[in-house]
């Protein structure tokens, strides 16, 4: 597959024009590690391409994790994620392609509006806790559930990012020493036996991820990394403003013992039934969750004669 050409202009000269043979129409948001473009397949269906920044695209160790980055992606594609419509983790600058969601991340959502209404935690509880039986009967550990990494979509939350999850299977381990997550929704075994980390760390992440939608901050709070380490491994969470109805099964999803946890299967069955009647439309939409500008699509322009060129 031909490599990404670079636009060589403006103050995004880095940015490609092409990932394979979509090409990439505008920005949606960027990270640490790569960005991601709206982009249309031949079909119509609107694409959301991460790219890798190019100074990771040369690390060895930073590829085999996007390898593993696509192939959780792909194993977890279903109705609680963005499926993975194409990707190359091999070429120039390793890009991904899933379906484009429009809706705001819970994290987005939350510092623009406040907390959810507690008939919405209940539904996010729902949604996530049936997101993470999928991934986990794909075999895979997410490891980093947390806010910015919830869509919350017309039918319901996605999870998204699985950049740092791990198969069962995987041969890959954490290195010794090193912290892979985000602290405040971080499980305790994270950071004490960070190679044992199993599905239940997701559990954990998901009471903390519910807490911050109840109240706007998380049980465990600080503005130093490593206070929130401290409070997450000999602390009690701090669940003010959780519903009340919520507060025993939230306890008992951050109990500090992965072994005390429940499953997600258990939390749907301990989950009190919204007060309205019926399925109503979320309250983050249709006002909270920005809809993208319908783009047509169009083909690429013809081959430049020299240089590069995007595929025919």
């Not at 670079?6 to 490609?16: R, W």
């Not at 600058?93 to 379906?99: E, F, S």
Request: with cysteine.
């Amino acid at each position: 597959m031909p490599p990404l050409r670079d636009t060589g202009n403006g103050p995004e000269a880095e940015d490609p024009e092409y990932a394979g043979r979509y090409r990439l129409e505008g920005r949606l948001g960027a990270g640490g590690m790569g960005v991601v473009h709206l982009a249309h397949s031949p079909s119509g269906l609107r694409l959301a391409v991460k790219v890798v920044h190019a100074e990771y695209a040369a690390d060895p160790e930073f590829r085999a994790r996007f390898r593993q980055e696509v192939a959780a992606a792909r194993r977890v594609s279903g109705a609680f994620t963005a499926p993975v419509v194409d990707a190359d983790p091999d070429c120039e600058r390793p890009w991904m392609a899933t379906l484009c969601i429009a809706g705001p991340t819970l994290a987005a959502y939350i510092k623009r509006n406040g907390p959810l209404p507690s008939d919405e935690v209940r539904r996010l509880a729902a949604g996530l806790a049936e997101a993470l039986r999928d991934i986990h009967r794909a075999g895979v550990v997410h490891r980093d559930l947390k806010p910015s990494n919830v869509l919350l979509s017309e039918d319901g939350p996605k999870v998204i990012d699985f950049g740092i999850s791990r198969p069962y299977d995987s041969e890959l381990r954490t290195e010794t020493g090193k912290l892979v997550g985000t602290p405040p929704f971080m499980a305790p075994e994270q950071f004490q036996r960070p190679r044992e980390v199993g599905p239940a760390a997701d559990v954990f992440a998901l009471a903390s991820v519910l807490v911050h939608a109840a109240t706007g901050r998380g049980p465990f709070a600080s503005d130093s990394p490593y206070l929130v380490a401290y409070q997450v491994v000999h602390d009690e969470p701090e669940l003010a403003g959780v519903p009340e109805d919520l507060v025993p099964l939230l306890r008992d999803c951050l109990a500090k013992e992965p072994e005390l946890r429940p499953t997600p299967d258990v939390i749907m069955s301990r989950l009190p039934s919204p007060s309205s009647g019926g399925r109503p439309a979320p309250a983050w939409l249709p006002e909270a969750a920005p809809r993208l500008p319908d783009v047509p699509y169009e083909p690429p322009p013809r081959p430049p004669r020299r240089g590069l060129r995007p595929p025919r």
